[in-house]
């Protein structure tokens, strides 16, 4: 029985990514997704009340894992970043929902981390950062970020074609 319920998540899983591929995740059905997953609709309600149910579930697995990370390296970008594009890179369903087409909810919340961790990394390593205020700090980590995350995006957009080492590389001779 174990072995059917895992076999069923797999499909779904699969088929989540497949169509993050193609079009944002409100736009996706859960008809469509039974269909690629080749899952009766019945199939798919007894593990998920509804799509939402279904990402939710991998959005806490991808807040907890990024949560963790940006932790454990405790304000060292570099560190922090190489070890989330080696998450993205060996997780396909991660990367999807990292996406353009993926949750807003996951957007936000990397944005939020990315904030928080250049706080602690960026501005004080920063020359003009005495003479910063309140307001252009603000305004810095959120451009940081957003540049951070955009480049993230366009890794997965081009299929993570460079390494996580490449990739967090390029980044922090950007952002140095």
Known sequence: ???????????????????????????????????????????????????????????????????????????DLHKTMLETYEFLDKNEIYAALFSENGSKEIHQFMQAQLKNILARSILPQNPKRDKMNKLESIYTTTYYAHAIFGLTQAWIRRKRKESPEQISELLMALIN
């Open 1 to 75: 029985m174990e072995n059917r319920k895992e076999r069923t998540k797999s499909r779904l899983r699969d088929a989540i990514t497949q169509l993050l591929q193609e079009k944002p995740f409100d736009h996706i059905t859960t008809t469509e997704l039974v269909k690629v997953a080749k899952i009766s609709r019945s199939g798919f309600y007894t593990h998920y009340q509804d799509k939402y149910d279904m990402i939710d579930q991998y959005q806490k697995t991808l807040f907890n894992t990024i949560e963790y990370v940006f932790e454990k390296n405790n304000g």
